[in-house]
């Protein structure tokens, strides 16, 4: 029975199927798919025959394997890979997005152009001159940022003049633990327990506002010698009979560069406090030039604070004139000493012999130099030039503001461009400066790039007094400090030959800043040299290439050139003892 039954259901499943065969849908279906079947075998062929098609960024390879004479068949392998015509789409997206990005750097650089313009129109010598210029470049005064790498040299000379005399009703000078404006900060002013605690400290002698870092930072002893030479140079009363005076004019015989002439002053207030005499330096003839005005000219006060205050300057010249003064030796002169006394007479003994534990941080032939016969003179003479150059003036400030400008005012404006989150000018506004950038930040140093390799390559007529050594041997020695500390690729070089300044552009791994100035070629003299520059360019570009080496963070120099000894010196003073120094040679004395 069962039989039965199933081919009556596979008669009724085929008279079905034959129904809906005849119907029109189906025949539509059955005609579709047969022309796909030969579309597809058309499309094969042509790819088998053409064997690549591109289609929608993909590429279809046909490839035909294993087909023997005797075998009609073959297999066929499509591969589907990313398509050129993708690679093509992201190509051109990248170059949109290159030129867009070219076309913003365009457009930030002319921003970065016009923004060092107006910071040097800020460095104009007058007002209208300033005013004159932003006009032209279309920027008003208070539309210009503030340039990080400059100083505000009126300021600055305003709060130093502040610091450096004695304060009203005291006996000490108005130093306190307060640093830069916020010992005048309005509400310090009023507050009653700040008064107090602001009498104590001027009542029990601060150290000395010019000092950076702390003792194991600097040569010993060194911010309490800087306070007690201020005090001495500083007397309260300078018509006191007890007070004396040495007078000295700045040496001046030909074949004195500028290291001799201050390395002569540094001995002659050794003899000075020696003797209980208060300093006074008369006439400077590097600062005898139109650029130093008014009283400053020929003065060492046109570049540097003057060693005395005006009371004692003027109380001095007045007993020159006295015949009594000089008889009871209330007043010497530099010629009343002999060359020995001024040069390598006895270091002050005011405060022991602190040379003898000086951290040994110089190095010279891959060597520490923990000991030589001249450390009390190294130790007095970092003292003495620290003190004679402890607060620049107003024109000295600006020297140093084109000097960094010149250098590094290109970098400073792309930075600040980049820092806005509008487009400078158009979308920026400046506003008013608050009291934390007005009273804590503006004590701030001026940007450098850091950290900063200063270099001085003596050469020239030097040969005669120390072992010369070409540039390369500096670079081994930058190399080093470089190993140590790889962030480091800013070079500040100073130096008289043009060879040195043309060997240095082979080193492209290194940035090297200069400044610009007519350079020596050859080995003509340096007294032929200077001359050449003129009064104000030799001593200028000096005073600027050594305050850079003050403040760079390593430098590298020849301790046998007298001007690297100084820098030294001021270093050692100024917060960088663990800096080290590498030396090409050593002093010809030690």
């Known amino acids: 029975m069962e039989p039965l039954n199933q081919k009556s259901v596979e008669r009724a499943v085929s008279q079905k199927a034959l129904q809906m065969g005849s119907s029109f849908p189906c025949q539509v279906c059955v005609v579709g798919f047969l022309c796909g079947v030969c579309l597809t075998s058309l499309f094969l062929a042509a790819l088998t025959s053409f064997g690549t098609f591109e289609f929608g960024g993909f590429s279809f390879s046909a490839i035909s394997e294993g087909a023997s004479a005797g075998n009609s068949s073959s297999e066929l392998f499509i591969n589907v890979v990313t398509g050129t015509n993708c690679s093509s789409r992201r190509q051109i997206r990248t170059a949109k997005k290159v030129n867009s990005l070219r076309s913003e750097e365009m ?54 003049e502040r610091l450096d005399k004695h304060a009203e009703n005291e006996k000490y000078p108005p130093w306190t633990s307060w640093k830069g404006l916020l010992d005048m900060y309005p509400a310090a002013a009023t507050n009653e327990q700040s008064r107090y605690f602001r009498h104590q400290d001027i009542s029990e002698g601060g ?33 006191d009979p007890r007070v004396k005076f040495l007078v000295a004019d700045w040496e001046r015989l030909p074949g004195f560069e500028m290291g001799a002439q201050i390395t002569g002053m540094c001995g002659l207030l050794a003899v000075a406090i020696n003797e209980s005499r208060v300093l006074v330096t008369n006439y400077y003839n590097r600062a005898d030039h139109d650029d130093c005005k008014g009283s400053s000219r020929s003065s060492w006060s046109c570049y540097f604070f003057p060693e005395t ?118 979308d920026v506004t400046i506003h008013e400066r608050s009291d934390i950038e007005e009273f804590v930040w503006s004590s701030h140093k001026p940007w450098m790039p850091r950290p900063l390799l200063s270099m001085h390559v003596r050469m020239g007529d030097k040969a005669c007094e120390m072992t010369v050594v070409e540039f390369e041997e500096y670079m081994v020695l930058a190399g080093r400090i470089r190993k140590r500390f790889p962030q480091l690729k800013s070079v500040w070089l100073s130096t008289e030959m043009q ?90 004395f030690w």
Request: overall charge neutral.
């Open 107 to 160: 457009i930030n650089d002319e921003r970065v152009s016009l923004l060092y313009s107006a910071w040097s129109a800020l460095l104009s010598e007058s007002d209208s001159e300033e005013s004159d210029n932003l006009q032209r470049l279309g920027v008003s005064r208070s539309g210009v940022p503030n340039a990080p790498h400059l100083e505000n040299c009126k300021l600055k000379t305003q709060v130093n």
């Open 207 to 239: 150290y000395a506002p010019w000092i950076t870092g702390s003792d194991e930072e600097n040569y010993p002893l060194t911010r309490k010698v800087q306070r007690d030479i201020w005090m001495h140079q500083h007397p309260l009363n300078c018509s």
């Open 499 to 588: 060879e040195v300044i043309d060997k240095s552009q082979s080193y492209s791994h290194w940035e090297f800043y200069y400044t610009n100035v007519t350079r020596q070629v050859g080995n003509s003299s340096m007294a032929a040299y200077e001359t050449s520059l003129g009064r104000e360019t030799s001593t200028n570009y000096p005073i600027v290439n050594f305050l850079m080496a003050s403040e760079a963070d390593f430098f590298i120099g020849a301790l046998g050139s007298s001007w690297c000894y100084l820098i030294d010196g001021m270093r050692n003073t100024g917060g960088k003892v663990m800096a080290g120094y590498l030396s090409v040679n050593k002093d010809r």
């Open 309 to 426: 205050s005006l009371q004692c300057r003027n109380r001095a010249f007045e007993l020159m004139g006295s015949e009594e003064a000089w008889k009871k030796g209330t007043v010497t002169t530099k010629e009343s000493y002999n060359t020995k006394q001024i040069w390598s007479g006895p270091t002050p003994k005011t405060w022991g012999d602190p040379w003898s534990h000086m951290q040994p941080t110089t190095e010279i032939n891959g060597s520490l130099v923990a000991y030589h016969r001249k450390m009390n003179l190294r130790w007095w003479r970092a003292q003495a030039v620290r003190y004679l150059m402890r607060f620049q003036t107003e024109y000295t400030c600006g020297l140093l503001n084109v000097a960094r400008h010149t250098a590094f005012g290109k970098e400073a404006a792309r930075m600040v461009v980049r820092s806005f989150d509008g487009k400078w000018p158009e």
